[in-house]
């Protein structure tokens, strides 16, 4: 088989999976420049007989989307600087550290991974309600600080086990103290790695529905995706409103992927090649 058989093999497949995985954003954008009717005509159509770009400011006059957004940044900000810099810490210690049962208390970490959400809800959510920080930012905040999550934990340790350490040893005998390894020699290093964890932080936290929505009440403190509920009525929905304000959501993960996607699959790469 020639080379360029074998290469237009290899993309056929790759061509279809990417149509199949665009094909729901197409299908939304389409939806929202439709009036209501249009998106449930059987046989659907693939392009609406008048584009209805009303539909996105109709997402202004009856959502109060510059207080959501707000309220989407105060929280996203702190997370992924918290889970950032907190996985960070972790995953260097795993990686560079020596001490006691360290192997075990990775291996929990790991095991975090595989416990269902579902599991720990009521007792978490009973701790914040005890502590009287329920329909407050702080139950969706303050945990980035814990740790960073089992996941951000493993992809930093893999990228610090990848680094020589050689390095620590120079350092070492120049007199310098961890913390200052840290923060002077590794950090640089493993800026792919931070990317990712603050790419993989924002996408959570911006698509989050089920967390804002346990702990947050009063409305004047939802985020956009809580918000998006506003449309959802008791009889009947805006579902071409809803699905412009949907499409205006995908807009920041598109732009944040596409300039920091260089960041992105340099960090998986080398993240899932290094050995520790």
Avoid: C
């Avoid at 360029?4 to 929202?32: E, N, T």
């Avoid at 996408?203 to 804002?212: A, E, G, K």
Wanted: no cysteine; glycine share 6%.
């Amino acid at each position: 088989m020639s080379k360029k058989k074998a290469r237009l093999m290899m993309y056929v497949p790759l061509i279809f999976i990417g149509i199949v995985s665009i094909l729901p954003f197409l299908w939304l954008v389409r939806s929202s420049l439709m009036n209501s009717t249009e998106i449930f005509e059987f046989p659907p159509k693939m392009l609406p007989e008048t584009f209805m770009f009303s539909n996105y400011l109709k997402v202004f006059e009856v959502l109060d989307f510059k207080l959501y957004l707000t309220n989407t940044f105060i929280i996203i900000i702190p997370v992924i600087f918290g889970n950032v810099i907190t996985s960070a810490f972790s995953g260097y210690a795993f990686a560079r550290l020596d001490f006691k049962f360290k192997n075990f208390w990775f291996a929990l970490v790991i095991a975090t991974m595989m416990l269902p959400s579902a599991v720990t809800l009521i007792p978490i959510f009973m701790m914040w309600s005890e502590l009287g920080y329920v329909d407050t930012f702080v139950p969706l905040i303050v945990p980035a600080f814990f740790g960073g999550g089992g996941f951000n934990i493993f992809l930093m340790r893999q990228f610090f086990a990848g680094i020589p350490k050689e390095l620590d040893e120079a350092a070492i005998l120049d007199g310098a103290t961890h913390p200052q390894i840290f923060f002077r020699i590794m950090l640089p290093l493993v800026k792919p790695a931070m990317m990712v964890v603050g790419f993989f932080t924002f996408m959570n936290t911006w698509n989050d529905f089920f967390s804002p929505l346990i702990y947050l009440n009063s409305p004047e403190k939802y985020t956009l995706a809580l918000g998006l509920m506003q449309l959802k009525g008791q009889y009947s929905s805006e579902w071409n409103t809803m699905m412009a304000a949907s499409t205006l959501m995908t807009i920041p993960a598109l732009l944040i992927f596409f300039f920091g996607q260089k960041y992105f699959v340099q960090g998986i790469s080398i993240g899932s090649g290094t050995k520790g």
